[in-house]
């Protein structure tokens, strides 16, 4: 098998083990908000809403609000298990994408005859999140920036080819050093509007303040344990001791095990792995460009993703997606020395003029995949009860149309969000374990043999491309 630039480039150990030394095992964004985080009330008494959301996260956050604007009557409370943001929505990138379908190649293998209307629908989506952020004057940092999606490898030079004969803007390897300053580059596409960059943890706080501002009582530490209900019933969601009762539900638990049985094997908790920068100096940040601050990701299956701050730190993250078998989700899966090592080493084969950055962060955080790799919607209960979850870490804009369609939904409005057969349909489950953790190992190992065998995907691969299961990133 050949090396990829990774192992052809491997950076001198002790800048690896130097640059790491000081690193915090702490979530940057969480960290650097914190002073300015809100605080909820835990639920003190059992009491009837009009409507309850279960999880505090964007997509909980963008439905509380989205419900309050169209029924402004109604009582509206928000329960989340922990704190706001807590979860994948203060821990992620910070890349708000226009794209639904975790990007056009994912969508039209799925849904050829709808790909022109979620890419519009997309963008309109994007549109109205960064109009929202202004109307509201929210200091969530964010910037429609565009995105560099690189090639690091020669045989990724041909699917960059076929990008430019659709049409995209396709950059040489000295255009776009000539943005992002990188040895590795051999070339690049361009997209200068499908992606802004935000503060995770700050739109997370702002969404809260802003729907708290709006009337929606949001309770933290109140975690759901049971949802109880027939068609016909008030919905009651034990928090234990005490019980919501609530004519309709909206259900955004993202990774955690879903309330409604008939959907807990449709996803599967992913850890992602992040390290943060220090703040580069004025020359250091010189050396690398970046003037048009781009999001940053490259062409692999095991892809890197990158962006700056607006303190100009860097922030490095992806390769390594690890699941654990049962699904299970804990604290100690964040401490993964092996993963931020490796993360590091691609780092500096990326960046090698800045030999001697440290990292003052590193962290993971739980991504809720789902066997389509996009957002997927449920009901129960008559349509009473809505679900949203399996945005498999393309969630920050998603969210926001997940949103839209749950508050249609909730109302009993058919709109050309909820006709769509993405809305409608629901992807196949995860098998039981033990088959399970060997399918996602071997998908695992399968892609990053295809990363090192010139893009070429194995007979696993194919197999799971010909069943509606594949991905490529």
Known sequence: ?????????????????????????????????????????????????????????????????????????????????????????????????????????????????????????????????????????????????????????????????????????????????????????????????????????????????????????????SRVRELRGRATEPIQLDCGPHTVTAGRVALATNAFPSLLKRFRTHTVPVYDYVLMTEPLSAQQLASIGWDGREGLADLANQFHYSRLTADNRILWGGYDAVYHAGGRIRPAYEDRMATHRRLAEHFFTTFPQLAGLRFSHRWAGVIDTSTRFCAFFGEAMGGRVQLVTGFTGLGVGATHFAARVLVDRLAGRRTERTELEMVRTVPLPFPPEPLASAGIQATRWSLDRADHNRGERNLVLRTLDAVGLGFDS
């Not at 960059?197 to 309770?219: C, F, M, N, S």
């Open 1 to 221: 098998m050949a090396e990829t630039v990774f192992e052809r480039r491997r950076p001198a150990a002790r800048f690896v083990e130097d640059s790491l030394a000081e690193t915090r095992l702490a979530c940057y964004w969480l960290e650097d908000a914190a002073e300015n985080a809100p605080s909820f009330p835990a639920l003190r008494d059992c009491l009837t809403a009009d409507f309850a959301v279960v999880g505090g996260g964007y997509a909980g956050l963008w439905t509380a609000i989205r419900l309050r604007e169209a029924f402004p009557d109604a009582r509206v409370v928000l329960l989340e298990a922990k704190t706001v943001g807590w979860a994948a929505s203060g821990r992620n990138g910070g890349f708000c994408e226009a794209s639904l379908t975790h990007g056009e190649a994912n969508g039209l293998a799925r849904w050829p005859d709808e790909i022109g209307t979620l890419n519009r629908l997309g963008v309109t989506n994007l549109d109205e999140i960064e109009r929202f952020v202004a109307e509201h004057g929210l200091d969530v940092e964010f910037e429609r920036t565009g995105s560099l999606t690189v090639a690091n490898e020669p045989h990724q030079l041909d699917w960059l080819s076929a990008d430019a004969r659709a049409g995209r803007t396709v950059l040489d390897a000295e255009a776009s050093r000539a943005r992002i300053n990188s040895p590795t580059f051999l070339g690049a596409e361009f997209d200068a509007r499908q992606t802004a960059l935000v503060h995770p943890a700050k739109l997370a706080y702002a969404l809260a303040r802003h729907a708290r501002d709006r009337g929606v009582e949001i309770y933290e530490r």
